[in-house]
Structure formats: structure tokens, C-alpha cells
Nanobody, 120 residues
Framework: QVQLVESGGGLVQAGGSLRLSCAAS????????MGWYRQAPGKQRELVAA???????NYADTVKGRFTISRDNAKNTEYLHMNSMKPEDTAVYYC??????????????WGKGTLVTVSS
């Protein structure tokens, strides 16, 4: 069974940095795209950044130039480096893996989320 586990969330002051990690475990042959989403209180979940298997990236306008997404295909792991953080970055951040090919299926998976709080 495939699982995604996030780590690296926490409390940071405005202007500071954090790095989130997401490791996919289980019998995985390949993962198409991986991404990070976030959901702030009272708001809908939104895409923060995504990276394809060959390294193509996409960012929300609100994080361009501040956040960097990357992945290690050999480890089935993705990262989100967050710099120059703002209070409006406060949210629960969710890892997503799309097109995960395992023994008997190709599916989309979500992590349980990690809380990021940016204080002003």
C-alpha cells in the first residue's frame, strides 16, 4: 500500500525559511507528477507547486520567486524549500503524488498534511 508522509512543518517568523519533505513508501514503480497544496483556515485547498518526473515545475503566483520544489525520483521524495515566508503562507500543506504506478494500479495519493505557521 502506498503512503505519503510529510515532514518539516512548524513555526517560523516572517522572512524566515522552512523545508518540507514528502516521502512516498510502498511498492512503487514510478510517480508521474508530485506537488504541494495548502489549505488555510476558511479557504479552499490550492496548488502551491508541482514538479513532473522529468523536472518541469509549476508555481502559484503567490509563491513564485520564494518557494522551490524539487524531487528525488530514486527516493520517491519531493521537497518544498520556502524562503521569505509571509504570514499569509500559514496553512496546512499537503503532499500529492499523481500517477503512482504500483503493483496493480495507477492512482493519485495524498499525505495527511503538515502545519506551517508564519508569525508576523
Amino acid at each position: 500500500q502506498v503512503q505519503l508522509v510529510e515532514s518539516g512543518g512548524g513555526l517560523v517568523q516572517a522572512g524566515g525559511s522552512l523545508r518540507l519533505s514528502c516521502a512516498a513508501s510502498g511498492t512503487i514503480f514510478s510517480i508521474n507528477a508530485m506537488g504541494w497544496y495548502r489549505q488555510a483556515p476558511g479557504k479552499q485547498r490550492e496548488l502551491v507547486a508541482a514538479v513532473t518526473r522529468i523536472g518541469g515545475t509549476n508555481y502559484a503566483d503567490t509563491v513564485k520567486g520564494r518557494f522551490t520544489i524539487s524531487r528525488d525520483n530514486a527516493k520517491n521524495t519531493e521537497y518544498l524549500h520556502m524562503n521569505s515566508m509571509k504570514p499569509e503562507d500559514t496553512a496546512v500543506y499537503y503532499c500529492n503524488a499523481d500517477g503512482v504506478a504500483s503493483i496493480d494500479s495507477i492512482k493519485n495519493y495524498w499525505g495527511k498534511g503538515t502545519l506551517v505557521t508564519v508569525s508576523s
